[in-house]
């Protein structure tokens, strides 16, 4: 019974990575991976050397840090927030709302962006104009490509993230806001004093592995959104390997980006997991 | 509850500011979809007007008469049908029988098997070799290319694996006793009573395969076979408009068009939306149980 799924894993997922050798090869279709001759590290040498990959880098660390400092706390926000309602239709609609976006694709979620924020119809510079400000046309402008990206990330994911700040919080003893009431505790003080020190467990683990997960770029949403004119802001490694592998053929040096990019992720996700272990106990394994 | 009592100047305050703060959370979902379906039935004249466009203010279907004469975007729906259908029954099938094993103790080499399977979490080859495996078995330009790569995400596999571990062993002993092979163990008696992780799973693969384009991109030459969101892209990204329009488009502006092949393509998922969403919140609550 076992046996499909091990060799679909074995095929789907191990083939791939033992193909990543092809990193330490010049490696041509014609002569197939056999044929191919060894380099060494030769790929490795021109991905440190080279002008291209740094800047990449750079932008992949830029983003994905403007969205963890950003991206991180929103959907707590939300979660403190929907709890304080006491109204559970209102509640409800605005959490059925907000989750839709999750659903949807990054090819539509982008072509809504680009709508959104078009300088000719779109309520933003809707709103602009009315405020006596010039539009912008934001999603080719250098300075706030990335801002785009950080809030559309955002926008599609609060709702959906808040869940499990909405499941730590549900699990509070309701006697402590009780307790708190009698004491005479405004609704400000209960978020402060007992809604986030309870869920403060929660947060720091999700932070661990929000951490751990750095290098990697949100790919379907960037290149859905990365234009010729913010190339320079908003090219990151996952599409820079897809240019140079896919569209340009150089499957040597893509697989070595991309061998540089998976071992630094594995890195990470190893260290973020064992420090969440020392920390509070919990890990994923 | 006695909560209310007393209402202080600055709890009021805090009220105010998460209302307004809870309002505009749902705004800024919902006033994109209104533009998108109001630019979706305007004639030429309001789509290309400035101002705001909530509401329409003129009707017209030309919109979308246009899209759904397009044979392109008939042909990627039925393409999108099909591997959204078959890839999901694939992965589920593989998900149920390769799950159940795993959840038993007496499985030979289980945590081996398990540390393989969860390994690809963590690691992956990374699309070029992908790329080169998927043409290299002779899947380029094959709709399989869509489906057979991704048929299993470890993550899933472990959620049912993990559910499975949680039923009570008795009931299936007590079949055993009375002569009842495993496979018939797991139809009869496992899969009925595992219903809640098995929705959840086939509508987190159904809604992988309609909303993917990625792999189409890469793998997929011919245009009879482009899915659904990758003709979406070739029309709304990379502004390749002759996808839309014959010549029927002096009715109509091509941004219509565009945003009624939107609407068209996203259908499907806002009209099952309640449904998913209450199965997807449950799998997150049962994923991060274990998770």
């Known amino acids: ?55 990449v880098l750079r932008n992949t660390l830029i983003i994905s840090f403007l969205k963890l400092i950003f991206g991180f706390p929103a959907p707590i926000i939300l979660a403190v927030m929907l709890n304080e309602v006491r109204h559970m239709y209102f509640k409800r609609t605005i959490q059925t709302i907000s989750y839709l976006p999750h659903f949807i694709s990054w090819v539509v979620l982008a072509g809504l962006v680009i709508e959104i924020l078009s300088p000719s119809r779109g309520p933003v510079n809707w709103l602009l104009q009315v405020l006596g400000i010039k539009p912008v046309f934001f999603v080719a402008s250098k300075p706030w490509f990335r801002p785009v990206l950080v809030l559309s990330s955002i926008w599609r994911e609060i709702g959906w993230q808040s869940i499990i700040f909405l499941a730590a919080i549900s699990n509070i003893d309701p006697e402590l806001y009780d307790v708190a ?71 040597s040096y893509a697989s070595a980006v991309g061998f540089f990019k998976n071992g630094v992720s594995l890195l990470l996700v190893l260290t973020a997991n064992s420090i969440a272990r020392r920390m509070t106990g919990h890990s994923v394994w | 509850m006695a909560r209310v009592i007393g209402k202080r100047p600055i709890d009021i305050l805090t009220d ?51 899209v759904l004469r397009h044979r392109l975007i008939w042909r990627s729906y039925a393409n999108t049908i099909f591997r959204t259908a078959v890839g999901t029954a694939l992965s ?16 030979p080499n289980r945590r081996l098997w398990t540390a393989i399977i969860v390994f690809t979490l963590y690691f992956q080859g990374g699309i070029v070799p992908t790329f080169l495996l998927v043409n290299g078995i002779g899947l380029r330009n094959s709709l399989w290319a869509l489906i057979l790569p991704k048929a299993v995400y470890a993550f899933n596999l472990i959620i049912v694996r993990n559910f499975f571990m949680q039923l009570p ?7 055993k006793m009375d002569g009842a092979k495993d496979l018939l ?67 109509v502006s091509t941004d219509t068009m565009k945003m009624a ?19 997807f919140v449950k799998g997150v609550l049962i994923g991060s149980i274990k998770g």
């Open chain 2, 92 to 107: 589920v099938t593989l998900l149920v029988l390769g799950g159940y094993p795993l959840s038993k103790r007496y499985l």
């Open chain 2, 185 to 251: 163990i797991l139809f009869k008696i496992v899969i009925p009573l595992s219903m809640p992780v098995i929705a959840t799973v086939t509508l987190w693969s159904a809604v992988y395969h309609w909303n993917q384009w990625f792999d189409c991109m890469i793998y997929i030459q011919s245009q009879t076979k482009f899915v659904l969101q990758y003709v979406l892209r070739l029309i709304l990204i990379e502004g390749q408009e002759e996808y839309l329009a014959d010549s029927a488009a002096q009715y």
């Open chain 2, 16 to 66: 105010v500011v998460i209302y307004t703060g809870l309002v505009l959370v749902a705004a800024a979902t919902v006033i994109p979809f209104m533009q998108i379906i109001t630019i979706s039935l305007s004639p030429p004249e309001v789509a290309s007007s400035f101002g705001l466009h909530l509401v329409p203010t003129k009707i017209t279907l030309e919109g979308y008469r246009n």
């Open chain 1, 1 to 55: 019974m076992l046996l499909p799924v091990l060799a679909y894993f074995f095929i789907f997922h191990y083939g791939p990575m033992w193909g990543m050798l092809i990193a330490f090869k010049d490696f041509y279709p014609l002569r197939g991976f056999f044929g191919s001759p060894w380099v060494g590290f030769k790929h490795f040498g021109d991905l440190f050397s080279g002008l291209y990959f740094f800047p």
């Open chain 2, 261 to 279: 092949t939107l609407i068209v393509a996203t259908l499907p998922i806002i009209m099952t939306y309640p449904f998913l969403q209450k199965y």
């Open chain 1, 181 to 251: 009431d009698i004491d005479g505790a405004g609704r400000l003080r209960k978020i402060f004093s007992i809604t986030i020190p309870a869920i403060f467990p929660v947060i720091v683990i999700l932070f661990i592995f929000a951490t751990g997960r750095i290098i990697n770029d949100d790919f379907e949403q960037i290149l859905n959104l990365l234009n010729p004119l913010v190339m320079e802001v908003g090219d990151v490694i996952m599409t820079y390997t897809f240019r140079e592998g896919i569209q340009k053929l150089n499957y």
């Open chain 2, 169 to 175: 062993e008795e009931i299936e002993e007590s079949a």
